[in-house]
């Protein structure tokens, strides 16, 4: 399926660049060109891919990967669309700064709410959504969360947004008491954000850059 939908999508968006990718371990999927976001995608519902199920991305050091997921119920297909953006300025709040996406709002209504929560968490400006704004935080807020260099804003208002007394310190170092209990550093993976204090942890995380 994946490598006869790359050939259409190629032959009907010159400019889509469309590649399959199949995979031995995990969902196969195909990528395109970014500019050609929303032609594709319209191609893709004219091929019966009628529901947009999830819009989500990753964070690289280098570029965000968006990933959509559609769906053709009726012949109980689903697709991984993928397309990559530069990560632009993530650290402010102004849309100018940001990676742009063409919003597929028109090809898809259910993309709505999906696409304000990547511009929320990821920062990703998508264009020509009909009222883009933030949908999990308050629409002041500073930064997006769910980036790599996502720097907390100390106070929001008046309010501490991390008090210490809420912030769970046993937790953060489970890790590091692990791998010292166990003698085998490699045998613990630590996924903790914050790897303060453990120099394995900030030497894996430096790697996963």
């Known amino acids: 399926m994946h490598d006869e939908l790359a050939s259409k999508l190629s032959s009907l968006v010159s400019t889509s660049s469309?590649?399959?990718?199949?995979?031995t371990l995990g969902d196969s999927n195909v990528t395109v060109e970014s500019v050609s976001i929303l032609e594709v995608c319209r191609a893709l519902k004219s091929e019966g891919f009628n529901v947009c199920q999830?819009?989500?991305?990753?964070?690289?050091?280098?570029?965000?990967?968006l990933t959509y997921i559609l769906a053709d119920f009726t012949k109980n297909l689903e697709l991984l669309l993928k397309t990559n953006v530069p990560r632009g300025d993530g650290n402010g709040n102004n849309k100018d700064t940001l990676?742009?996406?063409?919003?597929?709002?028109?090809?898809?209504?259910?993309a709505n709410f999906l696409e304000r929560e990547c511009y929320d968490m990821m920062g990703i400006n998508f264009v020509g959504h009909p009222d883009l704004r933030r949908i999990l935080t308050p629409d002041d807020w500073q930064g997006y969360p769910l980036?790599?260099?996502?720097?907390?804003?100390?106070?929001?208002?008046?309010?501490?947004?991390?008090?210490?007394?809420?912030i769970n310190t046993e937790d953060h170092m489970f890790g590091?008491?692990?791998?010292?209990?166990?003698?085998d550093p490699k045998k613990v993976s630590v996924s903790w954000k914050d790897t303060s204090g453990d120099p394995i942890a900030e030497e894996e995380a430096k790697d996963g850059e």
Do not use: F
Not at 18 to 23: D, N, P, W
């Open 176 to 183: 590091k008491k692990l791998r010292e209990e166990i003698g």
């Open 18 to 23: 469309a590649v399959a990718h199949m995979a």
């Open 99 to 110: 990676p742009k996406i063409n919003s597929v709002v028109s090809v898809w209504n259910g």
């Open 147 to 166: 980036r790599r260099d996502y720097i907390v804003q100390e106070k929001y208002l008046d309010m501490v947004v991390n008090p210490p007394a809420k």
């Open 54 to 65: 999830c819009i989500t991305a990753t964070d690289y050091a280098d570029r965000i990967e």
